[in-house]
């Protein structure tokens, strides 16, 4: 192995290792657009509308709200307009101009007439910042991964919807009990049978007044005491489960 397969290697090992870097700082990019909208919701939905600090053991963030209602981006319907639509709108003094270097104009004029102009000062050749242009196509297997890797963040981290999801669980979880109610009671025709139900749908529903665990000798002499069953010519015993009541009585008799 010669010295230009080394440095070809050296190469290949870097580009591996910003390929990966690289399907990481996507991950992490979705990962920070994600959370940073379960911060967006959670404020607006629990905390203050207004500028807060947070400040972490980690470092300070600041939530400031903008003094302005509308951002300077402009929506994707813009680019559609035609250039003619663009001068107009521009005239109206609505709209500002990012300045870029017109690089093939420029390039043009500096390679065939070598001709000086107003912007040398300004201009910057690519061999200062960037002399490559970088495209970095991913394969199929790595591409699906992104997009499942994306999927997943959104159900399983989407705080939003998850606390969505589990109100429509809830309100349809009430919808459906309801419904079975309803159609239990709403379901018959005879009066009687329907008066039927609605005694049986109230019975079912737990009532703490009707949860009676009182011992039968508290509660001799009240209505309840015969309601439930007890009679006067029977002795209340401390332990009934160990005694034997009708032989008791049929000895008495005897």
Same mark, same amino acid.
């Given at each position: 192995?010669?010295?230009?397969?080394? #440095?070809?290697?050296?190469?290949?090992? !870097?580009?591996?290792?910003?390929?990966?870097?690289?399907?990481?700082? *996507?991950?992490?990019?979705?990962?920070?657009?994600?959370?940073?909208?379960?911060?967006?919701?959670?404020?607006?939905?629990?905390?203050?509308? !207004?500028?807060?600090?947070?400040?972490?053991?980690?470092?300070?963030?600041?939530?400031?709200?903008?003094?302005?209602?509308?951002?300077?981006?402009?929506?994707?319907?813009?680019?559609?307009?035609?250039?003619? &639509?663009?001068?107009?709108?521009?005239?109206?003094?609505?709209?500002?101009?990012?300045?870029?270097?017109?690089?093939?104009?420029? /390039?043009?004029?500096?390679?065939?007439?070598?001709?000086?102009?107003?912007?040398?000062?300004?201009?910057?050749?690519?061999?200062?910042?960037? %002399?490559?242009?970088?495209?970095?196509?991913?394969?199929?297997?790595?591409?699906?991964?992104?997009?499942?890797?994306?999927?997943?963040?959104?159900?399983?981290?989407?705080?939003?919807?998850?606390? *969505?999801?589990?109100? /429509?669980?809830?309100?349809?979880?009430?919808?459906?009990?309801?419904?079975?109610?309803?159609?239990?009671?709403?379901?018959?025709?005879?009066? /009687?049978? !329907?008066?039927?139900?609605? &005694?049986?749908?109230?019975?079912?529903? %737990?009532? %703490?007044?009707?949860?009676? #665990?009182?011992? %039968?000798?508290?509660?001799?002499?009240?209505? !309840?005491?015969? &309601?439930?069953?007890?009679?006067? +010519?029977?002795?209340?015993?401390?332990?009934?489960?160990?005694? +034997?009541?009708?032989?008791?009585?049929?000895?008495?008799?005897?």
């Amino acid at each position: 192995m010669n010295e230009k397969d080394d #440095d070809k290697n050296l190469i290949l090992q !870097e580009i591996k290792y910003f390929i990966e870097k690289k399907i990481e700082a *996507r991950k992490i990019t979705k990962q920070l657009i994600q959370i940073k909208k379960n911060i967006i919701y959670l404020k607006q939905k629990y905390g203050k509308d !207004e500028s807060e600090e947070f400040n972490l053991a980690k470092g300070k963030l600041f939530l400031k709200k903008y003094q302005t209602r509308f951002s300077s981006k402009l929506k994707k319907e813009f680019n559609k307009l035609t250039d003619e &639509e663009k001068r107009k709108l521009y005239k109206s003094g609505l709209l500002i101009i990012y300045f870029r270097l017109n690089y093939r104009k420029y /390039e043009k004029l500096k390679s065939d007439k070598k001709q000086k102009t107003a912007v040398d000062d300004y201009a910057i050749e690519r061999k200062q910042i960037q %002399p490559y242009y970088w495209n970095l196509i991913l394969n199929s297997k790595i591409d699906n991964e992104l997009k499942e890797f994306e999927k997943n963040l959104q159900n399983n981290a989407d705080i939003e919807k998850s606390i *969505r999801r589990d109100e /429509e669980i809830e309100k349809f979880d009430k919808e459906q009990t309801q419904k079975e109610i309803d159609d239990v009671i709403y379901g018959v025709e005879d009066e /009687e049978e !329907e008066e039927f139900y609605r &005694e049986m749908m109230d019975e079912i529903s %737990p009532d %703490p007044s009707y949860m009676i #665990d009182d011992d %039968p000798a508290d509660i001799q002499d009240s209505a !309840e005491y015969q &309601e439930r069953g007890y009679t006067e +010519d029977r002795d209340i015993f401390e332990d009934e489960e160990n005694v +034997d009541i009708d032989s008791k009585h049929s000895d008495e008799e005897k």
